[in-house]
């Protein structure tokens, strides 16, 4: 069974950089694209970032372009967000999640997130002063 779990949010000021993992067990990220969520409280779940780990294309949304990079170490099965210059509308609870599927597409355009199959259990980021 996947198994995905997520580590390193906590309490940051603005313009100030965070790193998540998400640590993958059960199966490889070699060979599937794997992405980030966040749920703001009161708001829809969002992807902001994926990733194709096959041919290594990374995709984003538009407002966190340029300020997030998405990555996975292949040699740890580890799958990263680099979040740089946040925001005050970064606050939310992140989750990794996998369909199992060697592209983006589910992940980036499938409103029905929740029909995405394997989810970590979320990490919170909060930007505050």
């Known amino acids: 069974q996947v198994q995905l779990v997520e580590s390193g949010g906590g309490s940051v000021r603005p313009a100030e950089s965070l790193r998540l993992s998400c640590a993958a067990s059960?199966?490889?990220?070699?060979?599937?694209?794997a992405g980030w969520f966040r749920q703001a409280p009161g708001k829809d779940r969002e992807a902001v970032a994926c990733i194709e780990n096959l041919n290594g294309k990374t995709f984003y949304a538009d407002s966190v372009k340029g300020r997030f990079t998405i990555f996975t170490d292949k040699t740890q099965n580890t799958m990263y967000l680099q979040m740089n210059n946040v925001k005050y509308e970064d606050t939310a609870i992140y989750y990794c999640?996998?369909?199992?599927?060697?592209?983006?597409?589910?992940?980036?355009?499938?409103?029905?997130?929740?029909?995405?199959?394997?989810w970590g259990q979320g990490t919170q980021v909060t930007v505050s002063t």
């Open positions: 999640a996998t369909d199992q599927e060697d592209n983006c597409r589910e992940i980036l355009f499938n409103p029905r997130w929740w029909e995405i199959g394997s």
């Open positions: 059960e199966f490889s990220l070699d060979d599937y694209a």
